[in-house]
Structure formats: C-alpha cells, structure tokens
C-alpha cells in the first residue's frame, strides 16, 4: 500500500469556498490529481451524499467527510487547514481543519480503522494544535504518520510493581 496521505493531498490556509461541498469537491479533485481516484464527480457525489446523510463536523474545529467510493482506488487522506472556516455541523461551531478520508467500494474495515485512528488522534489537543501552527504540507504529512504509528504501537504491559485493577 502507498502513503496514505502525501504532501500533493494536503492545503494550508486556504480559502475553499464556504460551504461543505465547495471543501469536499476541491479534497475530492486533489485525490483524483494524485491517481487515487478514477474520476472527480464520483468521488465528489458518493463524499457529498455521505455528507448530506449525516454532517462530518466534530467539536474542536474539526470536520471528517469520508466515503466509499467506486472511483476510489486506493485508501487515501486528502487535508485541507481552511481560513476562514466552513460550518460541517459541529455543534461548537465551523471547522478549520478538515480530513477528507476516502476508501474502495468494498474496503469496510480499512474505512473504519482509518476512521477509528484518526479520531483517537484529534481528541489529543497538542496533535490538533500541531496541525495548526504547521508551516508546510511536509509537517502535516508528518505529524499524521506519526499518529497513525503512535496508534498502531500496543501499550507496553505494566510492570510487576505497578498498581493494577483489582479483578472483580
């Protein structure tokens, strides 16, 4: 499998529109120009009716469209940090960084487990602030391997003499 997110899938401080399909129709345009994705419109449809389904936004700014698609070639991660931000529905108000997650028609699990990954990693305020004070697409590019390396690594076990749970 190839880098799931590259410098040619990442835009820094940059004004996409402002609404949520404007923002996932540019993502979706910058996966097809990588070769992820055989087509834009496809794409963009199969993003935008997810979208409509439910909206992406989560509380901290954050917003993760994300879809199947049949035009879809290979896992991908396409992220936009936008000024000025776009309302995706979070109940704390618009997003100004957004991870546009696309996947294979059929690939469930490695939706999920991309899904799963990143959301344990934007809860943690110093990777979310990282993203933000970035200074070029290499450092996001970075910064998210390194979250998903730091998410697949198993906890150490404790050692002998640390307090453990009583059993119940």
Known sequence: MTQLITTELVELDQNLGNAP??????????????????EVEGLFADAFA???????????GIAIPHCRS?????PTLAMARLNPKVDFGAKDGPADLIFFIAAPDG??????KLLS???????????TAALR???????IVEL??????????PRPPLPPSAPRRPER
């Open 70 to 74: 049949a035009a879809v070639t290979e």
């Open 144 to 153: 998210v391997d390194g979250a998903w390396l730091t998410s697949r690594q």
């Open 21 to 38: 399909e404007s923002v996932i129709r540019h993502l979706a345009g910058k996966v097809a120009a990588a070769g992820r994705a055989t």
């Open 50 to 60: 997810r979208e409509q389904k439910t909206a992406t936004g989560i509380p901290g």
């Open 107 to 112: 690939a469930d699990q490695e939706h999920l």
């Open 117 to 127: 990954k990143l959301a344990r990693s934007l809860i943690k305020k110093d990777f």
């Open 133 to 139: 004070n970035a200074t070029s697409q290499q450092e």
